[in-house]
């Protein structure tokens, strides 16, 4: 009971993230992606402080986007990247970014229990989830948020994972010129 009414308050807020992704303005400015990954990790202090993670980034450009979009972003894909560890190993996340024709491309890869190549797909469609709650708590939401973000800025999401091999999640982000960033 007491369960079900947690998930219930989970799913709430991940619906009003995810409707509310789509509706604000979209604000796009320069902005330090190192500043934005920091703000993520402050607002996922918690989990970090409990299983230990490892969260690692350096020589994050600066890159034309929504601020806000951007945090919630990177605080879905780091989250996950803690959420879905091996038993007993401590989740390191390595956060990359390369310059690319148009933008950039950014890589959150972890150490985790990874999925199937054949289900790096669907997990960005709403509510599609490989586990069941009791295992690992949540909506399935948050990815789809993910997509939202990213595609609002002209980008692509995609990920890469083995079983055990841990995850890398991929996007893109274009410049200010390209025909597509900014876009509302
Ligand atoms: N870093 C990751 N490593 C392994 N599996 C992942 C990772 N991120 C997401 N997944 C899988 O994709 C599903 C969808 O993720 P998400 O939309 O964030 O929903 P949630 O985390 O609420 O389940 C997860 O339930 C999980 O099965
Ligand atoms: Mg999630």
């Not at 402050?42 to 993670?53: M, P, S, V, W, Y």
């Not at 997990?123 to 609002?152: N, P």
Request: charged share 20%.
């Amino acid at each position: 009971m007491e369960s079900s009414a947690r998930h219930l308050h989970l799913l709430i807020n991940d619906l009003l993230e995810y409707s509310r992704v789509g509706r604000t303005e979209h604000r796009p400015h320069w902005v330090e992606a190192t500043a934005v990954v920091q703000q993520a990790c402050r607002q996922l202090e918690t989990e970090i402080g409990q299983c230990q993670a490892r969260v690692g980034f350096e020589g994050l450009p600066q890159v034309y986007a929504d601020d806000t979009l951007l945090v919630q972003l990177f605080q879905n894909l780091i989250g996950n990247g803690i959420k879905y560890a091996r038993d007993g190993v401590r989740p390191e996340l390595q956060i990359t970014a390369a310059g690319e024709e148009g933008g950039w491309h950014f890589a959150v890869r972890d150490n985790g229990i990874g999925m199937e190549p054949g289900e790096t797909e669907r997990i960005f469609v709403i509510f599609q989830r490989l586990h069941t709650a009791e295992k690992y708590e949540g909506t399935g939401i948050g990815l789809s948020i993910c997509k939202k973000i990213v595609e609002r800025h002209g980008g692509r999401i995609w990920a890469e994972s083995q079983p055990g091999g841990g995850s890398t999640f991929h996007f893109t982000l274009p410049g200010p010129d390209s025909d597509t960033a900014g876009a509302a």
